[in-house]
């Protein structure tokens, strides 16, 4: 089945740890980003990539990294520099990225981060 | 300026009542879509309908319909009969023609009583 897929679910880290979250989509989709959700609140962008080993600094890129060596996976890089981590992280992907009104992104389950 | 907003945080409707979620965007690309999509507490993110700037009809997609006014820049979804299951917050998109970003709004909660 197609579809993006985020590991793991839950991830618990000590305070000052850099942590890892997984995203791999085989939508075969250019476009690919990462959402951050606090309780209650919308969707904010953190980071997003039109195209393989390019990427873009969202709306509250600090203090977060990210990697797009292969066009099926976009990792993002929780650093020990973002000073409130716990959030719930959601991975989206949209065949391209601009020259198109549909751009429906597709979501992967989302990870929730607890840091301790 | 907001590019999506959402000025429900939470509604209450009764179960089998029509209940309409309210959605103003803010552009000046005359090609745009505007989406909608369902947030259960479970947190996956469910598309729920599409709307394009050049469409002449609203859309809409069994229970759900998206009350287009392009003038007053306003998207309000229309869940008609509700459910119990239609629980959970909704969210409001756009993305642009020439443009790389999806915007959402805040989202308003809303709660299906029985």
């Known amino acids: 089945d197609g579809g993006i897929t985020q590991s793991p679910k839950y991830l618990f880290r000590k305070e000052g740890q850099n942590v890892t979250l997984s995203c791999e989509q085989n939508?075969?989709?250019?476009?690919m980003y990462w959402y951050r959700q606090d309780p209650g609140q919308g969707l904010r962008l953190i980071y997003y990539?039109?195209?393989?080993?390019?990427?873009q600094k969202g709306d509250i890129a600090e203090g977060y990294s990210v990697s797009r060596e292969k066009k099926e996976s976009f990792p993002l890089t929780v650093t020990s520099a973002q000073k409130n981590p716990t959030a719930f992280y959601l991975c989206?992907?949209?065949?391209?990225?601009?020259?198109?009104?549909?751009?429906?992104?597709?979501f992967g389950p989302g990870t929730r981060l607890t840091v301790l | 300026a907001q590019k999506i907003t959402q000025t429900q945080p939470g509604m209450f409707v009764q179960e089998k009542e029509a209940v309409t979620l309210d959605c103003t965007y803010d552009?000046?690309?005359?090609?745009?879509?505007l989406f909608w999509y369902k947030q259960p507490s479970s947190g996956e993110m469910i598309f729920l309908i599409y709307q394009g700037s050049y469409d002449q009809q609203n859309a809409t997609e069994g229970r759900y319909s998206l009350n287009f006014q392009k003038a007053r820049k306003s998207a309000n979804l229309v869940i008609s009969a509700s459910q119990l299951g239609d629980s959970a917050m909704y969210f409001c998109a756009m993305s642009e023609y020439n443009f790389n970003k999806f915007y959402f709004g805040s989202g308003t909660k809303l709660n299906v009583k029985p």
């Open positions: 990539s039109q195209i393989v080993n390019d990427f």
């Open positions: 989206a992907s949209s065949i391209k990225a601009g020259g198109s009104t549909y751009n429906e992104q597709f």
């Open positions: 552009t000046s690309d005359p090609s745009y879509g």
């Open positions: 939508l075969n989709h250019d476009a």
